[in-house]
Nanobody, 124 residues
Framework: QVELVESGGGLVQAGGSLRLSCAGS????????MGWFRQAPGKEREFVGG????????NYADSVKGRFTIFKDNAKNTMYLQMNNLTPEDTATYYC?????????????????WGQGTQVTVSS
């Protein structure tokens, strides 16, 4: 069975940084492509960014380009989301997700394995 667990969320001031972690079970990062998503109360879930199985082909939503960075360490079974220059608009629950295949996708329905989420709150 595969499992994903997010951690690293918290409360930060605008302009601050957080690093989120997504720990995977088994060999998920050798067989799955991955994505980061977020959802704020009353809003739809949105794509943040994704990384191909190979570690290349990284994609970001326009709203986070230049501020967020995705990378992974297969040997540590962990994927990361480095978040810099945070704004109150980044406040949301952040989820990592995986799909069997080599290429990341923006559509959340393509992913069948999800973590429980971690809360990020950015104060003004």
């Amino acid at each position: 069975q595969v499992e994903l667990v997010e951690s690293g969320g918290g409360l930060v001031q605008a302009g601050g940084s957080l690093r989120l972690s997504c720990a995977g079970s088994g060999r998920i990062f050798y067989t799955y492509s991955m994505g980061w998503f977020r959802q704020a109360p009353g809003k739809e879930r949105e794509f943040v960014g994704g990384i191909n199985r190979s570690g290349g082909g990284i994609n970001y939503a326009d709203s986070v380009k230049g501020r967020f960075t995705i990378f992974k360490d297969n040997a540590k079974n962990t994927m990361y989301l480095q978040m810099n220059n945070l704004t109150p608009e980044d406040t949301a629950t952040y989820y990592c997700a995986g799909r069997l295949g080599g290429l990341t996708m923006k559509d959340g329905s393509a992913y069948r394995t999800w973590g429980q989420g971690t809360q990020v709150t950015v104060s003004s």
